[in-house]
């Protein structure tokens, strides 16, 4: 079978061509010069490959305790922040969804109204003071466990699903709850995976909650740590800084090699969840 392409589909795969090597490009540049010497990077020689190929970068990465630690921090808020912001959101969008539910349309205005109206940050920061969450992990992960947007959509997926599904559950005996979690959740993976990968990687991102909530350096999440390289540099005047004795590193070559190893492990994720995400990514579109 011979394919036939128009002017019009060359002229998409360009633009689109185009629009992959603009998002890929960045992220190449910075693999390059974190991979390169002191001098190519400072002569500004680096392009698209590395010169003078090393990994003293990432060892002064590795080696930083405060990035070791931020590491672990960033790792226990992601995990703990999406667990809690997906039951939480699962369980609400569920009892949404039914129609025999007691001031469900009354609820569903108050929600929607949260998407274009919010408390302002000062009076969120005095409510999470006045729980006495400021320096404490659930500064990180309850602020904001709810987004409005994934309960809507989450909701649209459980209005969709079968009656059937909830029948058998009450013939077999099985409460609201049980139904919930025994049929319910299983049958939902897609938009589970969906609105997980979203949860995750906002909280895998988020550093504004960390310079709100956070005063001690030690529950500090590792976009914070990138934050402050970004802003301050990590050496001196000349742009350069010796690291492990006589290893001289540039500061731009450090701070991508931290934003490298920041987003690695985001990414790593997409894999696993990319069937998932591509089937959920258009929950609500159609009712069957």
């Known amino acids: 079978m011979k394919l036939k392409f128009s002017a ?145 959509v989450m909701r649209t997926f459980f209005s969709a699903m079968p009656q059937e599904v909830e029948e058998s559950g009450k013939i077999d005996g099985l409460t609201e709850i049980g139904i919930f979690f025994r049929l319910v959740l299983p049958l939902s993976k897609a938009i589970l995976a969906t609105i997980g990968l979203f949860y995750g990687v906002a909280i895998w991102n988020n550093f504004f909650s960390a310079l709100l909530y956070l005063r001690d350096a030690d529950l500090f999440p590792l976009q914070v740590i990138v934050r402050n390289m970004v802003l301050q540099g990590a050496g001196g005047a000349n742009g350069a800084s010796n690291v492990g004795g006589d290893s001289l590193i540039v500061d731009e070559s450090l701070k991508y090699a931290t934003i490298i190893v920041t987003t690695v492990p985001i990414l790593l994720v997409y894999p696993f969840l990319q069937k998932h995400f591509a089937k959920g990514a258009l929950i609500g579109s159609v009712k069957g």
Not at 11 to 37: E, W
Not at 92 to 100: D, F, N
């Open 8 to 152: 019009f589909d060359i002229l998409l795969y360009l633009i689109l061509c185009a629009i992959t090597l603009s998002a890929l490009y960045p992220f190449i540049y910075m693999i390059a010069v974190s991979l390169s010497g002191t001098v190519p990077v400072l002569k500004g020689e680096v392009f698209l490959w590395p010169k003078q190929f090393n990994l003293n970068t990432y060892a002064a990465v590795f080696d930083n305790p405060a990035i070791g630690r931020a590491y672990l921090n960033t790792i226990l808020y992601t995990v703990l922040g999406t667990t809690i912001s997906l039951l939480i959101t699962a369980a609400g969008a569920y009892s949404l969804s039914k129609p025999e539910m007691l001031f469900r349309k009354t609820f569903m205005v108050m929600v929607v109204i949260t998407l274009f109206f919010s408390g302002g940050m000062i009076p969120t920061f005095l409510v999470v003071r006045s729980y006495d969450l400021l320096d404490t992990i659930w500064a990180m992960v309850l602020p904001g466990a709810i987004s409005t947007w994934n309960l809507i």
